[in-house]
């Protein structure tokens, strides 16, 4: 879907302007998007495999949720809008811990010049996996895997091809804030 998304310099600040999700990804624009990566109280991360269909890292496993910001939108309600599309889970504003604003600036072999900023919040899944409900077009599949799983598949990422290795500080940053909520 080729949404309107706001536009922000690149330092992350509003510029006033909109524009065509596809016009931003073909000329670098630099723009927002919500982050929301679940965790169980007993250590336990859930991970989104993103859908053959995605035109970025099809298949790769990644955050729990993610999208872009659309334009008039805050960071939080597309957190929440996100969360609802994708995996079918409501959640509320106080349900999201913020860790922080990451850059991720890319440039991909398909001509996509992805200049984002992650927004990227912490939340408790309190729903068991199997009362959530995939988006076909986002998600291929969900699962649950421990800390300690999640290290050494990152350890491996540049061989095994199960997360974008280059976002391996960025996975380890968002570990750490929750190992700190789980311990």
Not at 43 to 52: C, D, E
Not at 88 to 106: A, P, R
Not at 135 to 151: C, G, H, P, R, S
């Amino acid at each position: 879907m080729d949404e309107f998304i706001d536009v922000v310099d690149k330092n992350g600040y509003p510029t006033g302007k909109s524009e065509l999700k596809s016009v931003i990804h073909q000329t670098g624009l630099y723009h927002h998007t919500a982050h929301v990566w679940f965790y169980t109280k007993n250590g336990f991360v859930l991970l989104s495999q993103r859908s053959a269909k995605k035109t970025i890292c099809p298949l790769m496993w990644d955050v729990s949720v993610a999208g872009h910001v659309d334009a008039g939108e805050s960071i939080k309600q597309a957190a929440i809008r996100e969360t609802k599309e994708e995996i079918g889970l409501n959640i509320i504003e106080t349900d999201l811990h913020k860790i922080g604003v990451f850059n991720c600036f890319q440039n991909y072999k398909n001509g996509i010049i992805d200049n984002e900023f992650h927004n990227t919040f912490i939340a408790e899944l309190k729903e068991p996996l199997a009362n959530l409900k995939r988006q076909e077009e986002e998600v291929k599949a969900l699962k649950l895997v421990n800390i300690a799983t999640f290290k050494n598949l990152l350890a491996q990422s540049k061989t095994n091809n199960h997360f974008v290795a280059t976002n391996s500080n960025y996975y380890l940053t968002v570990l750490q804030h929750i190992q700190n909520k789980t311990s």
